[in-house]
């Protein structure tokens, strides 16, 4: 990958377009920018990336993609025809200055990964520097296309803050959807760092929100050098943040949420050790604390006397619950009349036919009266390398296991679900990884009325990954209009209103319940009828203007 310096003047030119000694220092920034080539553009690349990360929970320091999509557009300015390259070496240039960007962000964002493979340090941990340099790396890759795209369509003018944004949403778009995806810590996520910004979400959704992202945080790019239409246009990216942050002022009510009668919900957050979780000698341990903990005095003074639904986090037992009727004797014995239990579990299915091996299920469970399994659903989006190996076998074969301690991995179920929860509404369950993914949260054909995501964030302690988890989980609310519930091992275990807004919540690393009410559904949203059509529609039309304009400077 060539990352050379650039015989054409062009890029001096509009560094240089105030005329001597009347550079500014942004501008002389911007020029020193343009110029950069080697070692130095690819650092400068990664520390941009690096500073965008900041963006993203627990910090949400939005701001910061003011300065690093800056930076971003003028390394692209500098990545142009070479005398040795032509222009094969202006696409090389800017898909390594979108790599070296992807990679520090990346890093920067998900370098708490690495927790997970210290859980069971002798038989992960030389995993972890691996691990954190591939990902940072493979994902570093779909921010290098995205670059590429724009500097295909990259123009001299204030137009290329728009090839930019489509570039940077067109690839975003693909890392949530290729290879069963992976939208953790999208573009979109920085912008809706508020409860008022990401109201916006509930128009557009996560995709729309990377584009407006990408619109609106370029967009002081083009007031360097670009005179009175590049003025214009930094006016319009602040413009169009007033809009998001104005609708949002507007869409939020001053008043709370009304909530169902005669609801009492009690989530029970026990944070257990993960290095005990999966542990078969731990499990008398494990069941007690869950009983005793379920059982303890709430906030209004009493035990389960009067909470209709008491909900456990994901893979709450160390054990087959069906296989262990003592265990089942003691939840008949926990639970009062009337009261129902949504839990986390492991369920097993004989092998189908044609296959060895006994199936297991990452499941949620709701119990009734004597313990008995009113329903069920299996979780259909499995994590990679945490829940299952691809190519299982091979991988198997030589020595790698997915870090749950399940020999052959998780079955995944056939798809989302609705299911029917005595004294509530109708509930579309979650179970952790699957809450990322919009527009795979929801069983379009039977709308439930709220959400329950149940999750195990104890794999990677007290780091910004429960956070970033939890914020992209609310993401959903706005989006859907729908409430949701959430009962973390570790935390952060919450109820969360269709605004996005946290009406109640335990802190990360508490063992402790919440006590809360269930709120109403808000009317479905505008993102939860039309889902993406509208914004493609606007995506593709941005992508024709830019097209346009490049054509007519070609």
């Not at 990958?1 to 377009?17: E, F, G, N, V, Y």
């Not at 910090?59 to 040795?84: K, M, Q, R, S, Y």
């Not at 214009?232 to 009304?258: H, M």
């Amino acid at each position: 990958m060539s990352l050379a310096p650039t015989d054409s003047p062009r890029p001096a030119r509009r560094a240089a377009s105030r005329g001597p000694g009347r550079a500014g220092p942004v501008e002389r920034i911007a020029g020193s920018l343009v110029l950069a080539w080697g070692w130095r553009r690819a650092l400068a690349a990664g520390l941009a990336g690096g500073l965008a990360a900041l963006s993203q929970a627990p910090i949400h320091a939005f701001p910061v993609l003011w300065i690093a999509l800056p930076v971003l557009v003028f390394l692209l300015d500098g990545a142009v025809e070479t005398a040795d390259g032509g222009r094969s070496g202006r696409w090389r240039a800017a898909f390594g200055i979108g790599w070296c960007f992807g990679a520090g962000y990346f890093l920067a964002g998900l370098w708490w990964i690495g927790s997970a493979f210290l859980v069971d340090p002798l038989r992960f941990g030389w995993l972890l520097p691996i691990a954190l340099a591939a990902l940072s790396a493979g994902l570093g890759l779909f921010t290098g296309l995205g670059t590429l795209i724009a500097r295909l369509l990259w123009t001299d003018g204030p137009a290329r803050i728009l090839a930019l944004a489509v570039g940077l949403w067109i690839s975003e778009y693909l890392r949530g959807h290729i290879l069963t995806g992976f939208p953790w810590n999208a573009l979109g996520y920085g912008l809706a760092a508020n409860d008022t910004l990401m109201q916006a979400a509930s128009l557009v959704g996560l995709d729309g929100m990377t584009l407006l992202a990408g619109l609106i945080f370029a967009a002081p790019a083009a007031a360097v050098g670009g005179g009175r239409a590049g003025l214009a246009t930094a006016a319009a990216g602040l413009a169009l943040f007033a809009a998001v942050a104005g609708f949002g002022a507007w869409r939020l009510p001053a008043q709370a949420v009304a909530v169902h009668p005669g609801i009492k919900l009690r989530i029970m957050q026990p944070a257990i050790d993960q290095s005990h979780k999966w542990k078969p000698e731990f499990r008398d341990e494990i069941l007690a604390r869950y009983n005793a903990l379920s059982t303890a005095t709430g906030t209004d003074g009493q035990g389960l006397a009067g909470v209709t639904h008491l909900i456990w986090p994901e893979s709450a037992f160390p054990f087959l619950l069906t296989y262990e009727p003592e265990a089942l004797r003691q939840l008949a014995d926990l639970l009062p009349s009337g009261t129902i239990l949504l839990t986390g579990a492991i369920r097993a299915e004989p092998p189908a036919p044609g296959e060895s091996r006994t199936r297991y299920f990452n499941s949620i469970y709701v119990i009734g009266e004597n313990a008995s399994i009113l329903a069920a659903y299996d979780k259909a989006h499995l994590v990679p390398f945490g829940e299952y190996l691809p190519a299982q076998d091979t991988l198997e074969a030589i020595g790698l296991r997915q870090l749950t301690h399940l020999r052959g991995g998780f079955t995944p179920g056939p798809g989302l679900q609705t299911l029917a929860v005595p004294g509530a509404p109708a509930m579309g369950p979650l179970i952790c990884y699957e809450a990322i993914f919009p527009d795979a949260v929801v069983d379009a054909r039977n709308r439930p009325e709220w959400l329950l995501n149940v999750t195990n964030d104890a794999w990677f302690g007290l780091t910004p990954g429960p956070y970033q988890h939890f914020h992209q989980v609310r993401l959903r609310t706005v989006e859907e209009g729908l409430p949701l519930v959430r009962a973390a091992n570790s935390g952060i275990s919450a109820v969360i209103d269709g605004y996005g807004r946290v009406i109640s919540s335990l802190k990360l690393g508490q063992s402790a319940l919440l006590d809360a009410q269930l709120p109403v559904s808000l009317p479905a949203t505008f993102y939860s009828e039309h889902r993406s059509n509208a914004f493609w529609l606007a995506a593709i039309c941005m992508l024709c203007l830019v097209l346009i304009r490049a054509r007519r400077l070609s």
